[in-house]
């Protein structure tokens, strides 16, 4: 956690990274086990709890952006672009989330990265998503 938490401002209860599993390269992959007690589980769905379709995709977004900072550029991570997400399952309480990201390009300091969410061997989420590296605050 400690390594997520050095990487990306994000903070609970809005971080949905626990680890980073692998770094190499152009790739990374993390997890996120799902507790019962996440906030979005209490009015999504009562008595059929299953994670928002978007905070899957922040999943894969925050994955990017430890991706993303691995570059020890300074700067803030923003999504841009989405396209092509495809939910092809749910996630619920207890599911562990393993998330990978890939660079596909970069021009500048614009990121091109594809990510897929699974639980266990099975695929969660497909997303295609583009993120900016905005310099620092002066």
Sequence with gaps: MEDV???IPQR??????DKIITR??????????LREDEYFFQGHF???????GVLLCE??????AILMGASHQPGLGVVTRIKDTKFK??????????????LDDQV???YYMSGTIHIGDQLILRII???ALLPPEQ
């Design 89 to 102: 399952n749910f996630a619920r309480p207890g599911d562990t989330l393993t998330m990978k990201v890939t």
């Design 46 to 52: 009562p008595g059929n709890p299953i994670m928002p």
């Design 59 to 64: 999943a894969c977004f925050q994955t990017g």
């Design 12 to 17: 609970p209860p809005f971080l949905f990274v």
């Design 5 to 7: 938490l050095a990487a």
């Design 129 to 131: 998503f583009q993120a």
């Design 108 to 110: 500048d300091n614009a």
């Design 24 to 33: 190499d390269g152009n790739s990374i992959t993390t997890q996120r086990t």
